[in-house]
């Protein structure tokens, strides 16, 4: 069963510097990721995918890695930004299961200027 | 850019009263989803729906919980009897097509708490 009242992990970087961002998923089945950033008060807004049959995708400033292994994601976020503050997750998606995103509990990225 | 409209931004609404909260996919869009997401937790799916039926649901949509596509263009999430842990941030999202890799867009959310 879930856990309640999640603490939500928290990530402070100075502008400038790059940012990791790690999630762990649950379910050795999920084929599709994507990270998405929610700013406050919004929904999730999408920033890259990936799938399984890959390990490393690159985007504008970002790069998703993905070791199947140990089920285990990462977003790796270039020369962090202001703007780049928000809470990230990672969402896995079962393709033959249907199109619904499971997420993680996020993490919120805190950029100082 | 094309973007998925949900209305109210915010609703308060008593305990045991109906709530409808309203969405406008993608209009080129054929999959249609709801998500809430409580304060501080994270987003959990609800429920998907495709050719005006449900395609899926989680264990969340109950028997309290009801889609509708009733034009064209909206697709509503009703809650019939609000209970005070159904206070939460509700997400409308669409997808094109079959493979959610095609684009899959979130609205802003409708905030609803329940007194």
């Known amino acids: 069963g879930e856990s309640v009242g999640l603490h939500l992990p928290t990530l402070s970087v100075q502008e400038g510097d790059n940012s990791i961002i790690n999630c762990a998923y649950s379910n050795s089945a999920s084929d599709y990721f994507i990270w998405y950033k929610q700013e406050s008060g919004k929904g999730p807004q999408f920033i890259i995918d990936i799938r399984s049959n890959m390990d490393k995708r690159q985007g504008q400033r970002v790069t998703v890695l993905l070791n199947k292994t140990v089920k285990h994601l990462s977003l790796q976020i270039a020369a962090t930004q202001p703007g780049d503050s928000a809470v990230y997750f990672c969402?896995?998606?079962?393709?033959?299961?249907?199109?619904?995103?499971?997420f993680g509990t996020g993490t919120s990225l805190t950029v100082i200027p | 850019e094309p973007e998925v409209t949900q209305t109210p931004s915010h609703q308060v609404t008593q305990m045991g009263q109906e709530v409808i909260l309203r969405c406008v996919p993608i209009s080129n869009h054929l999959y249609f989803y709801w998500y809430r997401q409580i304060l501080g937790q994270k987003v959990e799916f609800l429920v998907s729906?495709?050719?005006?039926?449900?395609?899926?649901k989680s264990e969340i949509f109950d028997d309290q919980f009801s889609v509708e596509r009733p034009d064209g263009s909206n697709f509503t999430l009703k809650i019939r009897s609000t209970k005070l842990e159904d206070s939460a941030m509700y997400f409308c999202?669409?997808?094109?097509?079959?493979?959610?890799?095609?684009?899959?867009?979130f609205g802003s959310g409708t905030r609803l708490t329940v007194v």
């Open positions: 729906f495709y050719n005006n039926e449900i395609s899926e």
């Open positions: 999202a669409s997808s094109p097509r079959t493979g959610v890799s095609n684009g899959y867009t």
């Open positions: 969402a896995e998606n079962i393709s033959n299961t249907g199109n619904q995103f499971y």
